[in-house]
C-alpha cells in the first residue's frame, strides 16, 4: 500500500481545503493511505501528533466551506537546514509514507524538490545513526513529490490559475461594491489598494470587473506625464456626469522608472490636479479571508485528485511535477521548470525588466483591455 502525506506549507490560500479533502478521498478510493501533516514543514520536522492519519470521514464536507488552510501553516527554518530535513525523513520513513504531496509557494515547492533530491542522503545518515532499519533505503528508494499552487496572487508560471485567486478576486469585488456606493452618494474618488507585490493580477482583473477609471500594475508602468493623463481622464468621466471615480492599485506598483507609486501619492496628486474629494481604501488580509468561491472550491478539488494520482502512478524514474490548469484541463508540468521560471519572473520584475516579466506573465488580451481602458486619448 503506498502512503502519502499531505501538507499545506507557505501563505494560505482559499481552496487548500478542498484540495487536501480530495487528496484524502482519492487516496482511500485508491487504497493508499493518506496522513496530513499539521502546521507545514513544522509538522513534518516535529513528527509525533502533527502527522496523523486521516479516514473518509476526516474531512467533512463543511471544511469545504472554509477559506485558509484547516491542517494549519507556517513558515519553518529549521527545514532550510539539513537536520532539519533529516528529522523529516526519518518521521516519514518511520510511519512509512515515501509520497509528499505539497500545496503552497514557490518557497514550498523548492524546499520540497531539496528533500527529494537529499533523500538519498538524508536516509543514509539516518541508518548510519541507527535511527531507522537498515533496509528503508530498498523499501523506499525515493520521495515522490507532486506540488499544488496555492496564491491568492495568481503569481506562478505554469498553471493559468493558481489556488485562491479567484476568491480574492471575489473579495475585493465585493469590498469595491461597498465602496462605490459611499462613494457615489459623496462624489468622491477612492484609490483602491489591492494584493500584488510583484504580479498585477489581482489589480487589472479586479480593476476590468469593477470598470475602474485607472489601474496600476506593476507589470506595465505607466509612461512619464501619467499624472496629468490620469486627472484628464477622471476628470472627463466626472464631466459626463460619473458621480465618483475608482482607482485600482496594486501594492507594487511602480513607474517606468521603477520608482513605487503608493495610493497616497495617487491621492495627493487628484487633490492637488483634479481637485477631487480623494480616499484611501487598503484591502489588506480580507483579499486572503473568508470562503473560497465555487472556481477555487473547483479547482482544489480537481488538483488534489490530480496530484493523488499523480503519485499512485509514479515511480522511480518520475519527474515531480505541479498539477496546473490549462484551458479547462488539469496537466502536469515539471515542477523546477516552472519554480525556475517564476524566480526568472520575480528577478525580472526586481530589475524592472518589464518587457521579460511580461513574457512570462501572459496575461493574454486583458494586458490590451487594459491599456485601451487605461489610458485616454
Ligand atoms: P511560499 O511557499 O508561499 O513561497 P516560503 O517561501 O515562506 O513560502 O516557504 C515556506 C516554507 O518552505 C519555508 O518556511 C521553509 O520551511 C520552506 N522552504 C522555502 N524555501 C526553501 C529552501 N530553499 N530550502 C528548504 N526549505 C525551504
Known sequence: TKCIAVITSGGDAQGMNAAVRAAVRMAIYNDARVFAVHEGYQGLVEGED????MTWSNFLIVLILKGGTIIGTARCQEFRAKEGRIKAAKNLVGRGISN???IGGDGSLTGANLFRREWTELLTILIERGEIPENS???YPVLNIVGLVGSIDN???????TIGADSALHRILECANAIITTASSHRRTFVLEVMGRRCGYLALISGLAIGADWIFIPEVPPEDGWEERMCAQLKAARNVGNRLNIIVLAEGAVDIHGNAITAEQVKQILVKYAQQDTRITVLGHVQRGGSPSAFDRILG?????????SLLESTVDTTPFVIGLQGNDMIRVPLMECVEKTRNLAKAMDEHNFEAALDLRNFGNTLSIFKGCNYYS
Open 137 to 139: 533505503l530498498i523499501e
Open 100 to 102: 509528499l504531496m505539497v
Open 155 to 161: 503569481d506562478f508560471c505554469g498553471t493559468k490559475m
Open 301 to 309: 478539488c480537481r488538483m488534489g485528485a490530480e496530484a493523488v494520482l
Open 50 to 53: 502533527f502527522i496523523k492519519e
